[in-house]
Every structure is written in C-alpha cells, then in structure tokens.
C-alpha cells in the first residue's frame, strides 16, 4: 500500500474544483464532448466564438487535429487586451533578475501591453507579417516576453530557442522553419557567467542562409559587433508607435513552433494553434494550480521549453495571473536563492522540476530553513518522473505539509498539463501524477498494442484528441503521423512506460524509445551520436541513458574510435567540449566508454539493450547474448565500464 496525502478539508472546500466537481467534469467531458468544451471555450474572448469543437482524428484515412475551427481570437489580446479594464494596474509580469543585488522589475497588465504593441510594431516594420516565422534566442529577461506575445498580436509564428543551444542547433532550427529575422540579447545571464547569444547567432548565420536580419536587445550592456544584418531593439522602438491592433486569428492558426527531440533524426518543429493550445494552456492552470486573483505565480522553468511557454506566459497571463519570470539559477548564489525569490515576491505557487529539488536537496534542509516561505500554499513539479523521496522533501521540508504538491505529466506535444492531481479534489500519492484531467482518455496498451486493463503496466496512449494537441510537426506532416500514430493505429502514443495502480492512479516510469530526460530536457541519442560522429576521430557512437542521482538520467556514450586513434583522458575531455560546442551544454556526456566493438546483430542493429545494462551497472542480467554477431565485445564493455 502506498502512502496516500487526503486533500485538505480546506482545500476541499475553498478550491475551483473539489472530487464531485471534478467527476462531473471528467464525465460531462467524455460523454458529451462538443457540449463541454464549447463551453469551457468560453473562457477566451473570442471575436467570432466557435460552433464546432472537435474535429479530430487519428485515423489514416481522415487524419489531422482540429479544434474550434470556425472560432476567430487573438491570443495576445486574450493575455492583455481583455484584462486592462478590470486588472490594467495589477501587477502581470514581475522580472527577477540573476544576482540578488540587484532590482526587479514590475509591469502592470497596461506596462506590459504597451510594451507588446512596441516590439510587434518593431516586427511590423521589420516587413513581418501574418503566418511569417520568427526564431527567438533570449535570455530570461522581460523583452522574451515582450517578443513571444508581439509575434502572437501580429499572428507571426515564434519560435523559441533556449539560450543555451550552440550556433549549429540554432541555425539547424532557423532553416528549417525559413525564418527571415532572429530576435536575441547582446548577451545572457545565468549565475553570474553570461552567454553570448549575439555572438552565436553571428556564427549561425553562416550557415542559416534564410536570416536576413537580427533584432539586437540590449542587455547586459556588452560589447557586441552590429553589423548590416544586425538592428538594436531599442533605437528601432523609438522609431514606432505603441499602439497596435491585435491581428484576428482563426482558431486553427498557427501560434508557435517549439523544437523537440525524438528518437530519430533532427529535432521535430512541434507546431500548436492558437485558440485550441490558449484554452488547454490557461484551462489546466486553472485546474491543476487553482490560480485566485492576487496570487503571485512562478513557474521556474526557461522560456525556451515549452513550460516556460505555457506556464510563464500564455495560461497564466489568459487567466489574469500575476506571473513571475527569473533570468537566474534557484542555487545559485547558494542553496537558499530559490527559496529568498519566494519570499522576496511573496510567491504562493512555485513549479519547478524535480532535478532542481533534488540538487537543493543535496545540500541540506538549512537553506530551506532559514527562509520564511509562508506566503506559499502550492508545489508543483513537471518534466520527470519525480521519486518520492524528493517529493516528501518538497512536501515536508519546503512545504512544512502545507501545501499540495501538484505533479504534472505532459509534453511538448500536449501543450499543457495531462495527468495531474487538481489540490481541492485529488488525494495524493507521492511519485504519481494522479489522474487524467478532464477530457484526457489515457490507455495503456502492451508491446503487441494489446489495451491493457485494470492494474497493470503498459505503453501509455491517448485515445482521444485534446484542444492543446500538436497540429503538425512543421513541414513534415507524414512525420507527425508517423512518429505518433503508427505504433499503435487510431491512438496518440506518448513515447511513455506507466503503471496504473489499483486506484486508477497513474505512474510514470520515463520514456520506452531513444529518447532520455536529462534534468527535466529531452534528448534525442541519435542527436548526441551525430554529434560524436562528425568528430575527425570518431568512427561510431552509441550512446544510452544511465541512473544519475540529481539529473534524473545521466548521458552515457559508447565511442569507437577510428583505426590508428589511441583513446585518452584528453580525448575523453575533448569529446565532451565537442558535442557541448555541437548541441550545446545540456547534451555532455556524462560518461564516455571507448570501445573497441559495439553489441550487434548479424545484421548490424546495435543491440541498445545491452549497452543500457552495462550503462546501468547491472551486468548481472545481459540476457541473450548468443545473436550477436561477436559476443566477445561483450565483455570488453563490461570490464571497461566508466562509473
Ligand atoms: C517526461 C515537458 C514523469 C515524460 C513538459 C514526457 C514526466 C517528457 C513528467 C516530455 C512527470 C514530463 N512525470 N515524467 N510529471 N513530466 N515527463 O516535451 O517522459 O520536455 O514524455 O515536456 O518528459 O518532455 P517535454
């Protein structure tokens, strides 16, 4: 039996949605689909409310997502516009910067939209229009926001690329969407070291032929070369108006564009639509964080993932919230720093992802004690499986079993939370992500796509579409149903392993392809093996996840080397600063194992599965060894494991 946290008779009474609430909801969604969602839809402001709902399908013979598709919005306006009579002084976005000397920032709701209409403005001048795409490569300061919301108000398309991709996985994203213009920061900020993102887009741009121009925001004041692609922010703002008409939109219009990895080839262009994406966005942060007017939100996630998209901007700011964006790290002066942020800014509801508890863990319960956190009353968690271990800490030591932990599951693809507890209705259990939200039908099927029932583990699907459901993958149709829709015919798979207990309770136990979650990002292993391979002395990689106690899951490459190369500690070192130059610093290995033969069939298949037990240290269990084509090199791996 696990333990089980009984949602707080005071939650019960006070929140959005208690259980009855919530069974009613999960029913009325299921059994009468058009009816429910038309009218949660009316949550937006819509110019021309819709009249259909769901038009999706996962079949091939009528495949595609729709939703809402005669409906006509803005999704800036429904962010800013619509709250400036009622709300236009309250505070909307609160800027934290990364060293605690210095000031934040406020913006009301009319600040922020003032600046919006600026920087679309900008664009407009720029020549970028309705359906153009924008790649945007910023820090964690207020004009990412400015930028993401000026493309949604003037219907172009962004596309964000977290700072800390190298030039080549820029470029690679700015190609293959055709952006003409970049919008970046003289430099970044993150505890205390910067980044210089002019510079890598400068190095981008010879090899993304499509960039012709370069918005340059001024930031941390560095030295940066201009040169005649390059325009700075803010002499071009001083050259418009600020006032800007938000572009009607079709529901089914494009929004952004968010880069992910999968289990083959380049990362996929995820594409999500206005108004469908909007209502998932804004509706599950009403549910699953139980946002009141006057609650100081922060979601400590980057702005280049797609929490930080639907989570730091798009759900809370349709919802009226007040939003907290940090530039910084949450150790970083020390261990205390995320919790000094929260007291700062009085926060009630931090979301964070469980390699950043587990990190603050480590280092001791003192500098969660020492600060006050009293103004919070909720926890939330996404992007990894969270073990129950950090979620007791999260809930006894940050929370002092004050406030609900609300674990999400959900994806790039989803666009918003899927399987999540709602604090007023659902009890908890630590290392769960509860249960579908309303409207969500999770399936779980085995390896034969055999529908698995009852308490048991599987392949987890979702049977049905949802208003925040990927459209396309950009430029590739065929892939986006190819990549979903195939494995199991007529079902979205989630790429996930889960365990349903006897409860109905949903446990997540990490991905099931070649994709492995590195501190809450994915990571594509084709990815990190091209990179391995391009190296001069690289004959072949292979590379796995592997346990690691703060990260989730660590990254653990096999490389062999070209004849004649001798392996070294300098080419280990070497190795690891190439694919960091490559993908960027979240894709280092953490481990390299030279070696001399790679596991694989007589055919010539890698039999991952072997380098994933030697990775995990569990040598004991190889199974079946007798297919490959020199079982020796078996052995080889396992007597020169790294770790
Ligand atoms: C994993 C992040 C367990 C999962 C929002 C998924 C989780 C992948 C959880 C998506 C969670 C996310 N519990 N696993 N609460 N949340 N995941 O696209 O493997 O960056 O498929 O979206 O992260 O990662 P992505």
Redesign the pocket.
């Known amino acids: 039996m696990s333990d089980v946290y009984r949602v707080s008779q005071d939650w019960a009474r006070h929140a959005h949605v208690d259980a009855e609430k919530y069974a009613a909801l999960y029913d009325a969604a299921a059994s009468d689909p058009t009816g429910f969602w038309l009218d949660q839809a009316q949550r937006l402001d819509w110019i021309v409310p819709p009249t259909v709902a769901d038009q999706s399908s996962f079949d091939e013979a009528d495949f595609g997502v729709r939703w809402f598709a005669d409906g006509r919005l803005n999704v800036a306006a429904n962010c800013l516009d619509r709250h400036l009579a009622s709300r236009g002084n309250d505070v909307a976005l609160i800027w934290e910067p990364d060293a605690p000397e210095e000031e934040p920032k406020r913006f009301t709701y009319l600040e922020l939209f003032q600046h919006v209409c600026r920087f679309a403005n900008v664009l407009k001048a720029e020549g970028v229009a309705k359906g153009d795409r924008v790649t945007i490569y910023m820090p964690m300061i207020p004009e990412a926001a400015f930028a993401v919301l000026a493309c949604a108000r003037i219907g172009a398309i962004h596309s964000v690329v977290f700072g800390g991709f190298s030039p080549d996985a820029l470029a690679g994203r700015i190609e293959d969407c055709d952006s003409r213009l970049v919008v970046t920061a003289d430099c970044g900020r993150r505890g205390g070291k910067t980044i210089p993102l002019k510079a890598n887009v400068d190095a981008a741009a010879e090899r993304a032929p499509s960039l012709k121009r370069v918005i340059v925001v001024k930031a941390t004041g560095a030295d940066v070369p201009m040169t005649g692609r390059d325009v700075w922010y803010h002499e071009a703002a001083a050259q418009v108006s600020a006032d800007c008409p938000a572009e009607p939109m079709d529901a089914e219009d494009p929004l952004f564009i968010l880069y992910?990895?999968g289990s083959t080839g380049k990362p996929k262009g995820?594409l999500h639509s206005s108004g469908g994406y909007l209502l998932w966005a804004s509706l599950t942060h009403h549910w699953c964080f139980d946002y009141r007017p006057g609650d100081v939100w922060w979601c400590a996630a980057d702005i280049g993932?797609?929490?930080g998209h639907?989570y730091i901007l798009y759900g809370p700011l349709a919802n009226g919230a007040t939003t907290l964006m940090y530039e910084g790290l949450p150790n970083w002066p020390d261990a205390s720093r995320i919790w000094q942020v929260v007291d700062r800014h009085k926060v009630h509801t931090i979301f964070t992802a469980?390699t950043a508890l587990r990190a603050l863990m480590k280092e001791g319960d003192a500098f969660v004690a020492k600060t006050d956190r009293s103004s919070l009353k909720l926890l939330g968690?996404?992007?990894?499986?969270?073990n129950p271990e950090a979620w007791r800490w999260y809930n006894d030591v940050v929370g002092e079993g004050r406030c609900p932990i609300v674990?999400?599951?959900?994806?790039?693809?989803?666009g918003g939370?899927m399987?999540?507890p709602m604090p007023g209705a659902t009890d908890l259990k630590p290392g769960s992500?509860t249960k579908p939200l309303p409207g969500v039908h999770p399936q779980l099927v085995d390896e034969t796509g055999k529908v698995l029932d009852g308490a048991v583990s599987g392949n987890l699907c979702i049977t049905r579409s949802w208003p925040g459901q990927m459209r396309t993958v950009w430029g590739d149709h065929a892939r986006f149903f190819q990549t979903y829709f195939t494995t199991y015919p007529g079902k979205y798979f989630?790429?996930?392993g889960c365990r349903r207990d006897e409860d109905g309770y949903y446990w997540?136990?990490?991905?099931v392809d070649d994709?492995i979650?590195v501190s809450?990002?994915?990571m594509g292993t084709a990815e990190v093996e091209s990179a391995l391979v391009l190296h001069a002395k690289v004959a072949e990689a292979a590379v796995v996840g592997m346990p690691h106690d703060v990260k989730g899951q660590g990254i653990y490459a096999y490389v062999t080397l070209n004849a004649g190369e001798a392996a070294s500690e300098e080419l280990r070192a070497e190795l690891r600063q190439w694919v960091r130059t490559e993908i960027g610093p979240i894709a280092t290995p953490d481990a390299i194992q030279f070696a001399p033969g790679l596991p694989k069939t007589r055919s010539g298949k890698i039999m991952r599965r072997i380098l994933r037990k030697i990775a995990e240290g569990d040598v004991s269990s190889l199974g079946d060894t007798s297919t490959l084509a020199d079982p020796s090199v078996v052995d080889d791996l396992v007597a020169n494991r790294v770790g």
């Open positions: 992910t990895s995820v993932w797609v929490t639907s469980p968690t996404v992007g990894e499986p969270i674990d999400t599951w959900w994806q790039t693809e989803t939370a399987i999540a992500a989630t790429g996930d997540i136990t990490g991905r994709v979650n809450g990002h994915r």
